[in-house]
């Protein structure tokens, strides 16, 4: 069970973010291959040099074979088959995933492959674009990547995961599974719903008001671009934690409403918010550039209460790098 | 009463607009000069090898004496005075100003200097910084610059203000004022609440979630840094429309949580959404770089009809560029 770069990884769908992590550790010599419903996905991955195809059975055979790591990278709505299909084919791999909410996909691989092998993960990064041709193995260099860490987790199955996380280029943020789930509703999820509800009031005003729009409508709206049906089923698959998001979101923007129309005034809303952004510059940055983030010291995965330590020291902020 | 570039431009304030104008103007050979109340501002621009004074009596009665067009470049609140000042000293200048609101800006220019000529003007440009250190000669480059235009407008004043917006690099949005504040609302102003709430309910969630905060977060919230002070001069200068359009946000968001929470969807914000977004982008581009807009066609400034027929194509998405 080693997790050295040579294992090999096998990859379930080539969007974005699947098709972006076959680029990264290919290029970073760690033998890849994937698998992709779509003809033409493959056709396009073949053609740039990377080893795809549209044979889910076979895949999966081989990964079986070669005991890869797999890494489930499809939209939620596609997750049971393709667990389905794991566990006839290739029980006994070693699975991960890169999904964006992380309840949901741990209950469907506990349903449809019980006792199966499964640490998952989350990359935070994107773009609004998708598809093959919006594929960068650079996607993930400095993003931060969570990896699924419970008491039970096998702590040789963490270090592999995590470690493809690092080969690609990301820090590794250890975290349970419903506090992740909590925390991308809050600052991915909402966000979104944000960045559409922002959009359609814009262009619901006036030609005029799109004409002037500048910075701060097209960088509030940006992410409003990305495709609906992925939205929706990252938006969908994390419905409890964004409820809650969203109705202290609605509870805000009211107290916002009622302060302005009876006193003229924005005074909590503008220093709440500014508040929350410099805080959050402070851990990421302002520019493009995000700062180094602080490494989680003196934990040995494996050592007893390893598990807990780390989402301990995640919750300070800290990634994991090794 | 020439509008060429020899005709000199007084500006009063000099912070992120008025000195990014003051530097864009003189670096195209308009004679320029600029009053700031503080004196670090005023030694940093000089240091710079602009024309700037703390001393606005003298400022502005060089105005007068040369005939520049003032431009009004400070924050709401600082108006009432400076208006006062031009109309002791200079109160045959035309005079303009580059607020973000326009209905109130032109109530105080009434009611402090009535008679005064007056076109208001609005540049859609701006960064999250602030002050002297942030201006910048590009500023203005392929932004949207707005100026006035009522029935009652003066052609010859028109024209020179809007080419002044032209040697700034901007194209002109021809608008009435209340289209305008509407205008600004919907897409500068709201997007600054929505940045506000959204930076507020992440900040709010856990260090954990800001530190897997990436793009949806840290481009929908980027506004939300601006100096507070800031940003209730620009929101409750337009209270009015604000509220309708925060109104319209609230509404559509409770609709988007019911839909949620009682049928598990997110579709009709989601695609509402997405459809905002691409008619944006469809006038504006995606990219960093603006496709270029379609400009005003047929329009003599000063024939009959001429102020309408320009409000008329501006509504259609059109700029003026002479």
Known sequence: MSHDSSRPVCILGLGLIGGSLLRVLHD??????GYNRSAATVEAATADGYQASADLTAVL??????????VLAAPLFA?????????????????TDVVSVKEKVSAIVAERHPGGRFVGGHPMAGTSRSGW????????????????????TDP???????????????????????????????????PHLTAAVTAAV??????????????????????????????????????????????????????????????GSTE????????????????????????????ISDVQVGAPGWAEELRRQAHLGRVWTD
């Open 79 to 95: 997750l049971p088959d393709l667990v389905d299909a794991v566990a006839a084919t290739a029980p006994r791999c070693l699975l």
């Open 156 to 190: 040789e199955d963490w270090l592999t995961v995590a470690r493809i996380a690092r080969r690609a280029g990301a820090f590794v943020v250890p975290a349970a599974d419903d506090a992740h789930d909590r925390a991308v509703a809050a600052i991915s999820h909402n």
């Open 268 to 295: 909590v809303i503008v220093d709440d918010g500014h508040r929350a952004r410099l805080l959050y510059e402070e851990l990421a940055g302002s520019g493009p550039a995000p700062i180094s983030p602080t490494p």
């Open 61 to 70: 055979g081989r990964a079986a074979d070669d005991d890869a790591v797999i």
């Open 28 to 33: 970073s010599g760690t033998p890849v291959y």
């Open 202 to 263: 814009g262009a619901g005003e006036s030609r005029l008001a799109l004409r002037l729009a500048a910075g701060s409508f097209r960088d509030g709206t940006r992410v409003a671009g990305t495709a609906p049906e992925l939205q929706r089923a990252m938006l969908e698959g994390n419905a409890t934690a964004l409820l809650n998001t969203l109705s202290e979101t609605i509870d805000r923007l009211t107290a916002a409403r009622d302060a302005l129309r009876d006193h």
């Open 133 to 152: 041709a919006a594929t960068d193995p650079e996607l993930f260099a400095g993003a931060m990547w969570m990896v699924a860490t419970a008491d039970q």
